[in-house]
């Protein structure tokens, strides 16, 4: 299992090569999926990154500024492992299937370096923010609005080829994959649930929908 | 449309004949909802119910303390809720469906007080005290397990009388209109998703799994 997001693979402290910002970016990452955002103040990632306070505000304007290139690295993340898992699928179904693949991938991942189930970022930032900070949780909102879009693409194929029940909305069923997705992770990361029940759930709601 | 959950019916200024405890409670209620636990501190509280903080320690050892008070008067406004609706239903699929009409209702009570989509109070309260405040996150989660068993048990009688498509395993099928619930509430709370969407998402995940 390769890290998840690309940022957890540098250990910042052992990176004397990185630049300054970058050093910020990975050091904030690793703390706001361990933690929170807002959890998470200006000085730790400093004193993480090994930056001064003077240095930080020259890149960023505040931690929410920071908070929005990390939800970009996340992106990042997934869209890298969907390319990967797409190009290997055959047919729309298939290529649907990638999506729960991607988040089984992406845990595992993300729990080899938290050793904990961490549920999925930008879910867990878009909602932490929702109201304190709207802009921010807006921004890791629509990367899932794209994963959405891109997910109804591949339903849309599968309803003209004659996969999908009679009856079926492809863009709905791209809707409840992605609910299904976000409220079992949200399950998995409080009440521990494995992440293989999550990937299977995702599956049901699939295999649900296709023509019997 | 009744308050959703009971305290919220009560303006703490506005009732001095509540006692001291009661006005904390309800005053925290409000604030927790309408912005989140970690944003809300115990002065705001103690200005809010017209208390003094010697007696807010009287009552409760910590703001942590308030908030499972809390999760418990919206588990019983949700409880109270089902008992109505599933009270109405006629058979096990229409007792499963009370679920998405509770989700309806209390959304609209909410939307009432706080003049936008709140999402679920339990949801909401787990997912952003999962990593911080455990303890009180699992209160709230246990909550929605209780919800889960209870739907669960419609979804056994549902099958038990050949409703469900053949295979249908009806825990799993409570599993995933509860994943459902909790994932289209977050979109709604953070995209503005209007909530006739969340609850007709939740029976077509229903409508999928009956037999045909």
């Given at each position: 299992v390769a890290h998840f997001p690309a940022g957890l693979s540098l250990d910042p402290s052992l990176?004397?090569?990185?630049g300054t910002q970058e050093r910020i970016v990975y050091t904030a990452e690793r703390l706001f999926i361990a933690r929170s955002v807002q959890h998470v103040s200006v000085n730790e990632i400093c004193a993480g990154a090994g930056v001064l306070k003077g240095s930080f505000y020259h890149w960023f304007s505040a931690k929410e500024d920071v908070a929005r290139t990390v939800i970009d690295d996340v992106e990042a993340g997934y869209v890298g492992l969907l390319d990967s898992y797409e190009r290997a699928a055959r047919g729309p179904v298939n290529k649907i299937r990638a999506t729960a693949e991607v988040i089984g991938e992406s845990q595992a991942a993300l729990a080899k370096t938290?050793?904990?189930?961490?549920?999925c970022p930008l879910g867990t930032i878009s909602s932490e923010l929702a109201v304190v900070e709207p802009a921010v949780a807006g921004h890791a909102s629509a990367a899932m609005t794209r994963w959405h879009d891109r997910l109804a693409g591949h339903c849309r194929d599968a309803e003209e080829v004659g996969l999908?029940?009679?009856?079926?909305d492809p863009d709905e069923l791209a809707g409840l994959i992605m609910a299904t997705m976000r409220g079992m992770i949200l399950l998995s990361r409080i009440?521990?649930?494995?992440?293989p029940v999550v990937t299977a759930s995702m599956n049901r709601v699939l295999d649900n929908a296709l023509r019997r």
């Amino acid at each position: 299992v390769a890290h998840f997001p690309a940022g957890l693979s540098l250990d910042p402290s052992l990176r004397v090569d990185l630049g300054t910002q970058e050093r910020i970016v990975y050091t904030a990452e690793r703390l706001f999926i361990a933690r929170s955002v807002q959890h998470v103040s200006v000085n730790e990632i400093c004193a993480g990154a090994g930056v001064l306070k003077g240095s930080f505000y020259h890149w960023f304007s505040a931690k929410e500024d920071v908070a929005r290139t990390v939800i970009d690295d996340v992106e990042a993340g997934y869209v890298g492992l969907l390319d990967s898992y797409e190009r290997a699928a055959r047919g729309p179904v298939n290529k649907i299937r990638a999506t729960a693949e991607v988040i089984g991938e992406s845990q595992a991942a993300l729990a080899k370096t938290f050793r904990r189930i961490i549920g999925c970022p930008l879910g867990t930032i878009s909602s932490e923010l929702a109201v304190v900070e709207p802009a921010v949780a807006g921004h890791a909102s629509a990367a899932m609005t794209r994963w959405h879009d891109r997910l109804a693409g591949h339903c849309r194929d599968a309803e003209e080829v004659g996969l999908l029940a009679p009856g079926t909305d492809p863009d709905e069923l791209a809707g409840l994959i992605m609910a299904t997705m976000r409220g079992m992770i949200l399950l998995s990361r409080i009440d521990k649930l494995p992440i293989p029940v999550v990937t299977a759930s995702m599956n049901r709601v699939l295999d649900n929908a296709l023509r019997r």
